[in-house]
């Protein structure tokens, strides 16, 4: 795939000058920045198809999380009965679903970066990885819009007497919600990158998603493995157990949020990216080829 950059002429006139694509890590940053309008375009584009030809538009944004912290109240937390550390289950189960949906929506939005948009690929020239970072940029917008629903039932919850408060996580928050944000492009472009050549690696990995949910601290407190030393541990090594207990402890006072934990999650979350951007850069080139 080729690439571009623009030096002046002689003549003072602008020329495009293509060069081809070889290296493995061959992301032009500058590139990016100066295709900044045509992620904000893709963003805009996201939304549109997203809820084109829906009765409630993006009402749904916020009905999705609504309705999966009810369910969860009422299976988890009513039939099973399990601990929500002392704080109100219904705020527990939405703290915990704000951060995953999140992160699931990263990766499920960046998989098919490119069998969704072969045709634009292979007739324009433009930074490939636009399109993932405008899914990625889409999620984040969809957060805090769900975010802000979040802090309207912590404000009830908190007016009528509940036993919850902030902690000074709150400061790492900012951090917490970039990592989760990175995580996520970063495993989805490495599904992305696969999917050119197995496609059933797509179909799988919205169910992916959901088993991993389950091994997380969403549905329950890390507290509750406290009884299991070694499967404590190996929950730790989840790196979406930071970010959800972060949040939880930032927000609802409860939760066993540790920055060896957090930095762990960070490490992971880097590690994932540079070969996510690796693989990404190494596929773009021939993808045409094998999509």
């Not at 999705?64 to 109240?73: A, G, H, Q």
């Not at 099973?80 to 704000?98: E, K, Q, R, V």
């Not at 540790?258 to 773009?284: K, N």
Request: glycine share 6%; aromatic share 16%; hydrophobic share 50%.
């Amino acid at each position: 795939m080729p690439n571009s950059s623009k030096n002046s002429g002689s003549q003072g006139e602008w020329t495009t000058i293509i060069r081809p694509r070889t290296g493995w890590f061959d992301i032009d940053l500058r590139e990016l920045w100066r295709y900044r309008d045509l992620i904000v375009m893709f963003v805009k584009r996201n939304f549109a198809v997203l809820y084109k030809q829906t009765i409630l538009g993006p009402a749904w944004v916020l009905l999705n999380p609504l309705l999966t912290s009810v369910l969860f109240n009422v299976v988890f937390g009513g039939i099973a009965g399990l601990s929500t550390d002392g704080t109100p289950s219904f705020l527990f189960y939405m703290a915990g679903n704000t951060v995953w949906t999140f992160f699931s929506t990263c990766i499920n939005n960046t998989a098919n970066t490119f069998v969704a948009n072969s045709q634009v690929f292979g007739k324009v020239y433009f930074p490939r990885l636009t399109t993932p970072i405008s899914q990625v940029l889409t999620s984040l917008i969809n957060f805090f819009i769900q975010a802000a629903m979040f802090v309207v039932f912590w404000l009830y919850f908190w007016l009528t007497g509940a036993q919850m408060h902030l902690t000074v996580w709150m400061w790492a928050l900012p951090l917490v919600i970039l990592q989760v944000m990175l995580l996520g492009l970063g495993v989805g472009i490495i599904v992305s990158s696969l999917t050119t050549k197995y496609r059933d690696l797509a179909i799988a990995v919205s169910f992916g998603v959901q088993l991993w949910m389950y091994i997380s601290p969403v549905v329950y407190p890390l507290s509750t493995l406290g009884d299991s030393p070694r499967l404590a541990f190996l929950m730790r090594l989840n790196p979406m157990t930071a970010p959800v207990e972060i949040f939880r402890t930032a927000t609802l006072g409860t939760g066993s949020a540790d920055l060896g934990m957090f930095v762990y999650s960070l490490v992971f979350t880097a590690v994932a990216l540079f070969i996510g951007v690796i693989l990404f850069s190494r596929i773009e080139k021939t993808f045409m080829d094998t999509v």
